[in-house]
């Protein structure tokens, strides 16, 4: 059965720190590319962050580039993200995506609040 996981969300404050983990299971984690997805209330579902199979190459939006970073573990079938730097407007529910070809399989999201 396929799963994906997200773990580490929480309340924030502005300027701060708080990483996530997105645990995979039942497929080849390593063949996945894997991406990072928000969604806040009212607003579409935003791509920010994406990490090739191997770890070798990360993209991210504007809107968070310098402040997050996307990494991997294939040992572990685990992506993480690190975020630094926390405003307001991060506020969102955050989920992890895998993709392979045609295939993709979706976490269930991990709430990140950002208020003082």
């Known amino acids: 059965q396929v799963q994906l996981v997200e773990s580490g969300g929480d309340l924030v404050q502005p300027g701060g720190s708080l990483s996530l983990s997105c645990a995979a299971s039942?497929?080849?984690?390593?063949?996945?590319?894997m991406f990072w997805f928000r969604q806040a209330p009212g607003k579409e579902r935003e791509l920010f962050a994406a990490?090739?199979?191997?770890?070798?190459?990360?993209r991210y939006a504007d809107s968070v580039k310098g402040r997050f970073t996307i990494s991997r573990d294939n040992a572990k079938n685990t992506v993480y993200l690190q975020m630094n730097s926390l405003k307001s407007e991060d506020t969102a529910v955050y989920y992890c995506?895998?993709?392979?070809?045609?295939?993709?399989?979706w976490g269930q999201g991990t709430q990140v609040t950002v208020s003082s």
């Open positions: 995506k895998a993709n392979w070809g045609p295939y993709d399989y």
């Open positions: 039942g497929f080849t984690f390593s063949t996945y590319a």
């Open positions: 990490i090739t199979t191997d770890g070798g190459r990360t």
